[in-house]
């Protein structure tokens, strides 16, 4: 059963410093991994896609790597903002599956001004 | 541009009532379509999800149950709401198996 655990739950930093985020996976045969960024009471907002070939992907001032052999994932933060202030969640979408995408828990970042 | 929408934002729900909360998808055909609930202090759990019309996969036996009447519309129900269906129920849609974009979610509290 796989199994999407990210450390740590929460996270306070002050703005301007560089932070990773972490997700691990006990399944590597994963056919994509997905961050997202959740507001308070608010849907989630897709952040970077990770195809299961692929190493990492970037936008902005975000960069999401993938090693599937140990299964781990990092999302880097670079020059945190305040604005950066929200629950970080990891998701791993199963090899063949149409539909299952398995959640960690989140890792909650707050970047004080 | 696609953009997902969900009613009601929020809802407030005594004990045997039943629900209907909807889901609608604009600026794609044919999506897959989710259910997702995050319940306090649980991750998300994938609840329903559908590859088209009429077509609904289940996850999770519970006391819920999904439709979709027509290609862009995805509905959640139940006939008699438990004080555990209470949760935040969030909608997402994806072109197949690639990247899931989600709608702003419902806040149900059943009381």
């Known amino acids: 059963k796989q199994e999407v655990t990210q450390i740590p739950a929460a996270l306070s930093v002050p703005e301007g410093e560089n932070l990773v985020l972490n997700c691990s996976f006990t399944d590597s045969a994963i056919y994509n991994l997905q961050w997202f960024r959740q507001d308070p009471g608010k849907g989630l907002t897709s952040l970077l896609l990770?195809?299961?070939?692929?190493r990492e992907q970037t936008s902005g001032r975000l960069n999401a790597s993938l090693d599937k052999s140990s299964g781990r994932s990092t999302l880097y933060i670079a020059a945190s903002q305040p604005g950066d202030s929200a629950t970080y969640l990891c998701?791993?979408?199963?090899?063949?599956?149409?539909?299952?995408?398995?959640f960690g828990k989140g890792t909650k970042l707050s970047v004080k001004p | 541009s696609q953009t997902i929408h969900q009613w009601p934002a929020t809802l407030v729900q005594p004990v045997g009532s039943p629900l209907s909360l909807e889901c609608t998808v604009e600026g794609t055909s044919n999506p897959n379509l989710y259910w997702y609930r995050q319940a306090a202090g649980r991750g998300l759990q994938l609840l329903f999800y559908s590859v088209g019309i009429g077509q609904i996969s289940s996850e999770v036996p519970q006391n819920l149950s999904a439709s979709r009447p027509q290609d862009r519309q995805f509905i959640l129900s139940s006939k008699k709401l438990l004080l555990s269906d209470s949760g935040f129920y969030l909608c997402?849609?994806?072109?197949?198996?690639?990247?899931?974009?989600f709608g702003p979610g419902t806040r149900l509290t059943v009381t």
């Open positions: 990770i195809q299961s070939s692929q």
């Open positions: 998701a791993v979408k199963l090899g063949g599956s149409q539909g299952n995408l398995i």
């Open positions: 997402a849609w994806s072109e197949g198996p690639y990247e899931q974009y």
